[in-house]
Every structure is written in structure tokens, then in C-alpha cells.
């Protein structure tokens, strides 16, 4: 029955969204910082980079990560640079004023690259749409109409994981505006950031 592989989809999929890893460190932590809508474009561009492994089992190109190895490799170090001075800077950051500085769209823009980024280089996602989604799926009767059945469900259900974490962060950031738990929470998130930096260049 296809409504059931669907639900069973969606909920292993918001599952392995929301399991602890780069991806949801990275979007509490700027959620924390920056706010909700810098946490959001976060998910989003995670999401976004999720679909395109998603689409690549899809059409079966199961030897896609092969073929862009360099690639992905230059993107990952790049990107751990970029993330290790992101928590750098949070970590040397004093605590929040909420709502002094509205977030600009370049900003938004730029938590949505990192998140695609992090998703693109992220193996965990590869490898689990690889072995996963044609436990679901029959791929192999795979038509159009079925194809953006998938995408639509499992955009939805991936969304979902980050956008909890979103949320939580957000109520939490009354603490980060105190002067003492500010500072331990902008270490904490800076600290953070950094591990992800290290962990995206430890899994080369």
C-alpha cells in the first residue's frame, strides 16, 4: 500500500532529520545566535541539499558522490574553514541584545548556503537515501507522478526536524541575553560550530 510506505517514509525520514549531528548542531547554534530566521534559511538550505541526493537516487545514479569527489572535497574543506571562524567569532562574542539589528537578507542568504553546504558534503545523507529510501519505494516503477509524491513528502518531513530544533532554540534565547549565561552559552554554541568544522574535516 503506498499511503503507508508514505507515513513510514515521513516518519523515518523526520527521525533521521532531527538525530544529533553537523547539521542540527550548526542550526541550534545559529538559531541561538542569530535568531529564527537566520535558523530557518539554515534548515532550508539543508533541506535543499538533502533533495538533491534524494533526486539522485531517484533517477539511480547510485555512483553520484564518485563522480563529484574533488569537488565535494574542496567544498568541505572550505566550508569547515568557514564554520571554524563562524564559532570562533561566537565564541569571543558578549552576550545577545535580541531584536537591536535586524538580520539582512545577505545574512539569511548566507545561513541558507551554509546549510546547503553542510548538507552536500554531509555523508550521512547520501548514504542513508542510498540504502534507505528503496526500502520504501520501489524505484525501479519509479514514474513522474510517484517521483513528486517522494520529493513533496519527504521535503516535508525533513523540514521538520531542523525547524523543531528552530524552534527550541528560539524560546531559549531569553538566556542568552543574560551577561553570565550569555557568554557560557556563546562559548557553548562557538565551541560547537567549531566541533562541526572539525568533524566535516576528520570524515574526508
Not at 113 to 122: E, H, L, P, R, Y
Request: hydrophobic share 60%; charged share 5%; with cysteine.
Amino acid at each position: 500500500m503506498i499511503e503507508l510506505n508514505f507515513v513510514t517514509l515521513a516518519l523515518a525520514s523526520f527521525i533521521f532529520a532531527i538525530t544529533p549531528g553537523p547539521g542540527i548542531v550548526a542550526v541550534l547554534a545559529v538559531t541561538i545566535n542569530r535568531g529564527m530566521t537566520a535558523g530557518t534559511a539554515m534548515s532550508i538550505g539543508m533541506v535543499l541539499g538533502d533533495m538533491i541526493y534524494l533526486l539522485a537516487v531517484m533517477v539511480s545514479i547510485a555512483n553520484f558522490a564518485d563522480h563529484l569527489g574533488s569537488l565535494l572535497m574542496v567544498i568541505r574543506i572550505l566550508g569547515a574553514a568557514y564554520l571554524a571562524w563562524l564559532g570562533y567569532r561566537q565564541y569571543i562574542s558578549p552576550p545577545l541584545v535580541v531584536g537591536t539589528s535586524p538580520l539582512s537578507s545577505k545574512n539569511v542568504i548566507v545561513s541558507a548556503a551554509t546549510g546547503f553546504m553542510i548538507s552536500i558534503t554531509n555523508p550521512k545523507v547520501m548514504v542513508f537515501y542510498l540504502s534507505f529510501l528503496p526500502l520504501f519505494i520501489d524505484l525501479n516503477g519509479l514514474d513522474v507522478t510517484t517521483g513528486m509524491q517522494v520529493v513533496t513528502v519527504m521535503f516535508i518531513s525533513v523540514l521538520m526536524g531542523p525547524m523543531t530544533v528552530v524552534w527550541l532554540a528560539h524560546h531559549a534565547r531569553a538566556w542568552a541575553c543574560d551577561d553570565v549565561t550569555g557568554r557560557w552559552i556563546n562559548r557553548l554554541t562557538g565551541l560547537a560550530l567549531m566541533a562541526v568544522a572539525l568533524a566535516l574535516v576528520v570524515t574526508i
